[in-house]
């Protein structure tokens, strides 16, 4: 069984940066997608982009393009997401998900959600 | 990339089987049979139903049912329950390594 724990809630102030943590453990993969999802309050689900965990290649939404960043620390099982020039609209949850290895796109196991509030 | 179109919600009273749509493009639900369906409950992380447009994972009551036609996917629920009463997102790939969600179905059971 896998486990995603993520780091916990952050408040920021409009035009900083945030980074949040996933950390994966138990039975996994060598190499696998990590993708990351927020949900605005009251709102959907919004797919953000991901990561091969183990060769580092990245795919965004464009509406994210320029603005995420992931990065992961095999060593340390951990997947980070930092996203910067922050705005009152990217106040939300933000979770990562692991695609079940193996391509049939669907993601198997999630993080418990991280809160990030961006207030002056 | 738009979001897909769901319905914003569907009702059913107990043991009744009550049918969600979800509606893209060519682009993404029409050209793949990539679609997941994710339940969402209060407070908690999204969990898997449906992937692959008709297939349950193990684990996953067999009262949940997926189907696709052109662009439209739906899930369908039967011998709805008190506990099935939870947020429906639909998922699909949409070319180029990247993914859509709908914008959800708030299942309420009379």
């Known amino acids: 069984q896998v486990q995603l724990v993520q780091s916990g809630a952050e408040v920021k102030k409009p035009g900083a940066s945030v980074k949040v943590s996933c950390k994966a453990s138990?039975?996994?993969?060598?190499?696998?997608?990590m993708h990351w999802v927020r949900q605005a309050p009251g709102q959907g689900l919004e797919w953000m982009g991901w990561i091969n965990v183990g060769n580092g290649n990245t795919k965004f939404s464009q509406k994210f393009q320029g603005r995420v960043t992931l990065r992961s620390d095999t060593s340390a099982s951990t997947v980070y997401m930092d996203l910067s020039r922050l705005k009152s609209e990217d106040t939300a949850v933000y979770y990562c998900?692991?695609?079940?290895?193996?391509?049939?796109?669907?993601?198997?196991?999630w993080g418990q959600g991280t809160l990030v509030i961006v207030s002056s | 990339q738009s979001a897909l179109t769901q319905p914003a919600s569907v009702s059913g009273s107990p043991g009744q089987s009550i049918t969600i749509s979800c509606t893209g493009t060519?682009?993404?639900?029409?050209?793949?049979?990539?679609v997941s369906w994710y339940q969402q409950h209060p407070g908690k992380a999204p969990k898997i139903v449906i992937y692959?447009?008709?297939r349950r994972p193990s684990g996953v009551s067999n009262r949940f049912s997926g189907s696709k036609s052109g662009n439209t996917a739906s899930l369908t629920i039967s011998g709805l329950q008190a506990e099935d009463e939870a947020d429906y997102y639909c998922?699909?790939?949409?070319?180029?390594?990247?993914?859509?969600f709908g914008g959800g179905t708030k299942v309420t059971v009379l």
């Open positions: 998900a692991r695609e079940r290895p193996g391509g049939s796109n669907w993601f198997d196991f």
């Open positions: 998922c699909s790939y949409a070319g180029s390594a990247t993914r859509v």
């Open positions: 060519s682009s993404d639900v029409g050209n793949y049979d990539l």
């Open positions: 138990g039975n996994t993969f060598a190499t696998y997608a």
């Open positions: 692959e447009a008709t």
